[in-house]
């Protein structure tokens, strides 16, 4: 099973976030994420054995315990990788330590033996994968989207029946100040 850690979206940050990725997508050609799989990762797992989902359930549980709910600001459009071939993302910024609580929750994960990526994290939500960000595109902006994560999510990522990409939330966390 390919397993993630993310933050959802607001309904208000889906909506602005697909807005801003149709701006784009008149400009800037590529495989656009559809928006009810908008989230924020904090912790990519990839493949996971099946009988080890309540371990990550209840890491996920003790790290989201130990944090206040995250505000996030979502922001300009930018990308990794080579121009060409991109990743179009929408940069994510906090006021609040996502760092920590990304470095919690692989710390989590590596003292239980679960699988994760390690790399770089930098807060975004993916619009794009295979993004030819080589042209020169004056995307109309929108305004930031600014929101509070109300929980932490383990997801599902999978193919329907359709072929098509669904992240399915698997289980929820609570923030310490939330119920």
Request: some cysteine; proline content about 8%; glycine content about 4%.
């Amino acid at each position: 099973m390919r397993l993630f850690i993310g933050l959802p979206l607001s309904r208000e940050a889906v909506l602005n976030t697909a807005a801003l990725a149709a701006n784009a997508s008149a400009l800037i050609p590529g495989r656009y994420v559809l928006p009810d799989n908008y989230h924020l990762t904090l912790a990519f797992l990839g493949d996971t054995p099946s009988d080890r989902i309540g371990d990550v359930k209840e890491l996920l549980d003790d790290v989201a315990a130990q944090f206040s709910a995250p505000r996030l600001t979502l922001g300009r459009l930018s990308h990794f990788s080579r121009r060409e071939n991109a990743i179009l993302i929408r940069t994510a910024q906090s006021p609040d330590d996502l760092l920590s609580m990304h470095e919690s929750l692989l710390c989590a994960l590596r003292m239980r033996g679960l699988p994760f990526t390690d790399g770089p994290f930098t807060p975004h939500v993916t619009l794009a994968r295979h993004a030819d960000c080589s042209v020169e595109a004056n995307v109309p902006a929108t305004p930031d989207a600014a929101f509070t994560a109300p929980h932490a999510l383990l997801y599902l990522s999978a193919r329907d029946s359709a072929n098509i990409l669904r992240y399915t939330p698997l289980h929820r966390a609570a923030f310490r100040n939330l119920p």
